[in-house]
């Protein structure tokens, strides 16, 4: 069973930055597409960035040119980079492995507020 752990969330004010970490138990992460999601209350959740094993990433139009996503095998933990933060950028955010399977974390809060 594979076990995911976010942190790096919190309050920031808009124009700021947050990086968000995600670590994994096991020994399947170097072979797994890691992605991160958002929702944000009342919606439903959305694609944010995803990066392959050989690390190409895509990212929601919403959040290119603001957000990069990376990945440490060596540590078996995915990033978010977040910068430029607004306040639509508010919302619980999970990250998810996937191999044959999908594995999610419990999320971290990211607000953006003044």
């Known amino acids: 069973q594979v076990q995911l752990v976010e942190s790096g969330g919190g309050l920031v004010q808009p124009g700021g930055s947050l990086r968000l970490s995600c670590v994994a138990s096991g020994s399947i992460f170097r072979f797994a597409v890691m992605s991160w999601y958002r929702q944000a209350p009342g919606k439903q959740r959305e694609l944010v960035a995803t990066?392959?094993?050989?690390?190409?990433?895509n990212y929601a139009d919403s959040v290119k040119g603001r957000f990069t996503i990376s990945r440490d095998n060596g540590k078996n933990t995915a990033y978010l980079q977040m910068n430029r933060l607004k306040p639509d950028d508010t919302a619980a955010y999970y990250c998810?492995?996937?191999?044959?399977?999908?594995?999610w974390g419990q999320g971290t809060q990211v607000t953006v507020s003044s």
């Open positions: 998810q492995l996937q191999t044959s399977q999908s594995y």
């Open positions: 990066i392959t094993v050989g690390g190409f990433s």
